[in-house]
């Protein structure tokens, strides 16, 4: 039996976990929620409410190393235990050197040695800065240069991975772990001690300049034009134009991230992600963590963390949809660990996993799923009040009633990644979503006179050329034929019903007026067969 890992399924990954295909339906907790098992107990009748066949949570840094080289993992023992116990997986994220850009959850015994284990000089010789753009507040994270924190960060998670490893390398509860969470340096493009503005004056390292070079096809615009306008050789100036500060900052991040994944996976293999804190329209590096794995950084990712397996983005802001267009170039498996928990949870799901064939969805904060939204929600998830949607908690039966769905048939789900035998779509895209697969259309309509709602997502598996599986949610459907010489259609059975071990059960089969109004405002799983002819 194989660890849990990634395998290529017509050029998409495919999660596996004990050599059998699994997509993460999955929430991340509360920061702070993982340090207690105890109190874990809740977080996971939550978890069960909602659905989930998983849960992505924090293993901090100052917990599993108090003091230096005196390591305890029975928390993390504890929250595996756990998890087995409700038959559930585990994403584990490794809240080292890094956590929103900061160094929050490093021990105390790296935080007080300032002289061992270097903070960024955002401002040249100063360890913190004020964050004008945050009320002021002190900002303060570790160097991406220091040699000294990397190393000692890189020992932490490989004893990590070496104790998951021991305890529970045959079960696999633990199926993928982030390393480090939001990495990168606020305030500045780029750290500004002695020591950076060396590094920066001196030469690119000629080979990833040179893949830089031969690899622009799908940069970002502005990353694209500044690396082709630059010299082959030089300066990161030289090189990088525009784009140097952040591109430098980029490539030790990576490295530095690298480094620690490469000592846990030297021991356990399993598959591992990084997050990011996205950029917004008109943000410059440093308005967002520059140098985390963003799109518009991902090839420097690629080259310079080959043991980073996933890019992640964090997804609290409106063009949800653009950033999952952006985070699957470069074949970058989708892979949400953090999204929010408002209206559009639901159907953004169906999108992700129909369309883009992703790994994990995982609204973070799950534990509040339909509560009211707080001030404090709306905070944490950028505050965006464009979209009523945005500010309108996600029913919790309802996306308790996908997430069934989804996980009885992810093994079907997973057998069409990278085909076109599986398609989805959600109301973000647009009113309505045509999905055109052989023979047949099949037409969500999201926007329509008959409904109140504007929350819908649709996913279609084509099970053969006139038989369908169709998750649809807040949408009206339409079928269609493809082919011009046989026009006419007709839907031989319309069948509700469930995935039981596998296997289709029916509920009930439609006919009359429910195939001829075909509205479903209520997550409904659907199995149609139709037949054009002439
Ligand atoms: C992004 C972080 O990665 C999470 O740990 C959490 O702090 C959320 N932001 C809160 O919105």
């Given at each position: 039996m194989s660890y849990p890992h990634l395998e290529e399924r017509n050029g998409k990954k495919v999660l596996m976990v004990h050599d059998r295909p699994f997509i993460m339906l999955c929430g991340e907790a509360h920061n702070s929620n993982s340090s207690s098992v105890e109190y874990m107990e809740k977080v996971w009748d939550k978890a069960e409410a909602l659905g989930m066949n998983s849960m992505v949570m924090p293993v901090t840094w100052e917990l599993v190393e108090p003091e230096e080289g005196v390591f305890?993992?029975?928390?993390?023992?504890g929250l595996i235990e756990?998890?087995?116990?409700?038959?559930?997986?585990?994403?584990?994220?490794?809240?080292?050197?890094?956590?929103?850009?900061?160094?929050?959850?490093?021990?105390?015994?790296?935080?007080?040695?300032?002289?061992?284990?270097?903070?960024a000089q955002v401002v040249k010789g100063k360890n913190f800065i004020r964050n004008e753009k945050f009320y002021g507040t002190p900002?303060?994270?570790?160097?991406?240069?220091?040699?000294?924190?990397?190393?000692?960060?890189?020992?932490?998670?490989?004893?990590?991975?070496?104790?998951?490893?021991?305890?529970?390398?045959?079960?696999?509860?633990?199926?993928?772990?982030?390393?480090?969470?939001?990495?990168?340096?606020?305030?500045?493009?780029?750290?500004?001690?002695?020591?950076?503005?060396?590094?920066?004056?001196?030469?690119?390292?000629?080979?990833?300049?040179d893949y830089m070079k031969a690899h622009t096809e799908a940069m970002t615009e502005d990353v694209k034009a500044a690396v082709e306008a630059g010299a082959a050789a030089g300066s990161w100036t030289e090189v990088f134009g525009e784009v140097a500060e952040e591109i430098f900052s980029a490539y030790y991040v990576s490295s530095y991230v690298n480094a620690v994944a490469e000592a846990g996976k030297k021991i356990y293999p399993l598959p591992m992600t990084a997050n990011c804190w996205l950029n917004k329209p008109g943000e410059q590096p440093g308005d967002y963590p520059t140098g985390g794995p963003l799109a518009r950084v991902m090839e420097v990712w690629?080259?310079?963390?080959?043991?980073?397996?996933?890019?992640?983005?964090?997804?609290?802001?409106?063009?949800?949809?653009?950033?999952?267009?952006?985070?699957?170039?470069?074949?970058?498996?989708?892979?949400?660990?953090?999204?929010?928990?408002?209206?559009?949870a639901a159907s953004r799901q169906l999108y992700c996993i129909g369309k883009h064939h992703a790994i994990c969805y995982s609204p973070f904060g799950f534990e509040e799923m339909g509560d009211p939204f707080t001030n404090t929600m709306m905070f944490l998830f950028g505050a965006d009040t464009t979209d009523p949607a945005l500010q309108t908690p996600q029913k919790v039966e309802e996306y308790c009633a996908l997430n069934r769905m989804l996980?009885?048939?992810?093994?079907?789900?997973?057998?069409?990644?990278?085909?076109?035998?599986?398609?989805?779509?959600?109301?973000?895209?647009?009113?309505a979503a045509f999905f055109d697969m052989g023979t047949f259309r099949i037409n969500a309509i999201f926007e329509s006179p008959i409904s109140a709602r504007k929350d819908g997502g649709c996913l279609?598996?084509?099970?053969?050329?006139?038989?369908?599986?169709?998750?649809?949610?807040?949408?009206?459907?339409?079928?269609?034929?493809?082919?011009?010489?046989?026009?006419?259609?007709?839907?031989?059975?319309?069948?509700?019903?469930?995935?039981?071990?596998?296997?289709?059960?029916?509920?009930?089969r439609f006919n009359g007026d429910e195939v001829a109004i075909t509205s479903y405002m209520e997550p409904t799983l659907l199995k149609v067969k139709l037949f054009a002819y002439d």
């Open positions: 305890d993992f029975s928390g993390v023992q756990q998890a087995r116990r409700r038959g559930k997986k585990i994403g584990f994220l490794w809240f080292g050197a890094w956590k929103n850009a900061q160094g929050y959850y490093a021990p105390e015994w790296v935080k007080t040695d300032l002289v061992r284990f270097k903070r900002y303060t994270t570790f160097s991406y240069l220091c040699e000294e924190t990397k190393a000692a960060d890189a020992k932490a998670f490989a004893k990590l991975m070496a104790f998951i490893k021991e305890f529970d390398g045959e079960e696999n509860t633990v199926i993928t772990v982030q390393v480090e969470n939001e990495t990168g340096l606020m305030g500045a493009a780029r750290e500004n001690s002695d020591e950076a503005d060396a590094l920066f004056a001196g030469p690119v390292p000629q080979d990833f300049a690629h080259y310079c963390a080959p043991c980073i397996d996933i890019l992640c983005p964090d997804i609290y802001v409106p063009f949800f949809t653009k950033v999952c267009e952006d985070m699957t170039k470069l074949g970058n498996p989708l892979y949400i660990p953090e999204c929010a928990t408002h209206s559009y996980d009885s048939m992810k093994e079907l789900i997973a057998e069409k990644y990278g085909t076109n035998d599986l398609q989805g779509s959600c109301i973000e895209e647009g009113p279609v598996l084509k099970e053969s050329e006139d038989t369908f599986y169709i998750i649809v949610h807040a949408a009206m459907l339409q079928y269609a034929s493809n082919d011009p010489a046989r026009q006419s259609l007709d839907v031989l059975a319309l069948e509700e019903g469930q995935f039981v071990d596998g296997k289709w059960v029916r509920g009930r």
